[in-house]
Structures are given as structure tokens and as C-alpha cells.
């Protein structure tokens, strides 16, 4: 399934005994759909591309600025004034030809929610506000997809893996992003990253860690974030790992589930 190129562009992650070139085939056959090309999506994006993973599509409607340029490494200065999906493509397109991307520039809302996120084995969230991370992870469960998802802050941020539509080895469902975040902090109470402000660098590390964890969840190697949070603070620059469980009274898959669709999101 792979070509010479391929085998030698992919090498070092050939000879890793956990990869090999059943992992590698695999990450080729992948499809990767990344919500938002920002300052998470960016970093996500250039190594998923240079993974070798077969397809990666993007959802984003925002256009380059320049104060994006701080933190989002996937567009350049001239990119300045254009959708970020297409830049994203030209970028992603000149590291890895092999990699067909797809680019959705249109808001993820609850109409279209399902439809893509269906389209693809595996779902990143790099989105900035909280209406869009719980739409995104009502719909992989209602679309039965695994979902990493990371928030990020000024100088700390966080990565988890929600695989919810399925259960564990006891047979109970996995707990759900509703588990670990019951409800959305008040509006206003958590600053926006242009009030706040945050740290470029730290985008790039939490960004390449949910690239790690998306190639981790194709390839199958290792220990996943499934009821882990992650957490880091790059002040004391610590990493911290939280454990959570399905809470029982999550209204997506526990006990008496009251979520039965993504009608609720529509305003």
C-alpha cells in the first residue's frame, strides 16, 4: 500500500516496532476531520500531514489576521485576508502530497454537525469558545466517532479523548465530555484569547500532543487519554493527569439520558 516515496519519506516511523508498516498503512487509510485551524489546528495539522495521515479536512470560516500569526504556524504573512482553509491546504499540500485534504469553510452549527463529522474515522477539537466543544462532542457520540479534544489558556491548557458511544472492559459506556464538564462557565467568566492574551508556544506543544494522541488512537499503541485529562501549566512548566469517570447523571449516555439529538444547540 505504499509507494517507494512513501516508504522512505515514512521511515522513521517504520522501523519503530509499535508503527511499522501495518501502522503506517493504517494511518494512510485514516481520515482525520480538525475543527478549526487556529492555534491548536495548526500544530495538529502539520504533523498529522507529515504522520502521513490519508485525509485531513478542516473546518474553519475565518479568514488569516495578523494577530493570528503569533500562534498559528500552518499560515504565513501573505496568507494575510485569506480563508484559513485555503492556506492551510497549500501548506499541508507543499509538506505532504500524499495527503488529500479537504477544507469545509463554513461555521460548524447543529445542522451540519453530523454530516461532517460522519464523513471521517476521527475528530480534533481546537475550537475556542465551549458552545462549539459541547456541539462537537454530542455529535461524535450520536455520530459514533472518537473525539480528542484540548482547551487552551494563557499559560495552561488540557487534552482528553472522549470515546463515549463506546463501553470499557466492565461494560459501561465511557464517560462523556458532559462528565467532566457538567456545564459551560458563565459567559464572560473565562476571558477570550484577544482579552487574555496566550502563549504562542504552548498552541504548538498542546497542538502536537493531539496529533500524538490522534495517531496513537489510529495506529493502536500504547495507553490513550480515554477518562484522562491531561493538563498542563507552563508556568511551573508541570504535567498533571486527572482521572475522571462517566458520571451516572450525564444527560448523553447515563442512566436516564435527556440528549437525544442536536436540537439544542440550534439557537
Given amino acids: 500500500m505504499l509507494s517507494p516515496d512513501e516508504l522512505e519519506r515514512y521511515a522513521r516511523h517504520i522501523v519503530l516496532r509499535d508503527v511499522g508498516g501495518p501502522g503506517q498503512a493504517a494511518l494512510k487509510r485514516a481520515s482525520v476531520l480538525v475543527i478549526g485551524a487556529g492555534g491548536l489546528g495548526a500544530p495538529a495539522l ?29 499560515h504565513t504573512t501573505p496568507d494575510i485576508g485569506r480563508h484559513k482553509v485555503e492556506s492551510a491546504a497549500e501548506r ?34 481546537g475550537s475556542d469558545n465551549f458552545s462549539t466543544r459541547y456541539l462537537v462532542s454530542d455529535a461524535c457520540f450520536f455520530a459514533k466517532r472518537p473525539l480528542i479534544t484540548a482547551a487552551l489558556g494563557t499559560f495552561d491548557g488540557s487534552l482528553t479523548t472522549i470515546r463515549a458511544h463506546e463501553r470499557n472492559e466492565q461494560g459501561e459506556f465511557n464517560p462523556t465530555y458532559r462528565c467532566l464538564f457538567p ?22 506543544v498542546l497542538g502536537s500532543m493531539m496529533a500524538l494522541e490522534a495517531i496513537r488512537e489510529i495506529v493502536g499503541f500504547g495507553d490513550g487519554l480515554i477518562g484522562r485529562l491531561l493538563m498542563i501549566d507552563a508556568r511551573a512548566m508541570r504535567f498533571e493527569t486527572l482521572r475522571y469517570g462517566r458520571d451516572p447523571a450525564n444527560p448523553l449516555n447515563g442512566d436516564g439520558p435527556v440528549i437525544t439529538d442536536l436540537s439544542a444547540h440550534r439557537t
Avoid at 191 to 203: F, I
Fill in 92 to 125: 499541508i499540500a507543499a509538506l505532504n502530497p500524499h495527503v488529500r485534504f479537504v477544507g469545509h469553510a463554513t461555521w460548524l452549527n447543529a445542522d451540519n454537525a453530523l454530516s461532517l463529522i460522519g464523513d471521517y474515522d476521527l475528530v480534533l477539537d
Fill in 46 to 74: 502539520m504533523y498529522l500531514a507529515a504522520a502521513g495521515v490519508g485525509t485531513l479536512g478542516v473546518v474553519d470560516d475565518d479568514v488569516v489576521s495578523l494577530s493570528n500569526l503569533q500562534r498559528q504556524v500552518i
Fill in 183 to 204: 456545564e459551560a462557565p458563565p459567559p464572560g467568566t473565562v476571558p477570550a484569547c484577544a482579552e487574555a492574551g496566550v502563549m504562542g508556544a504552548l498552541a504548538g
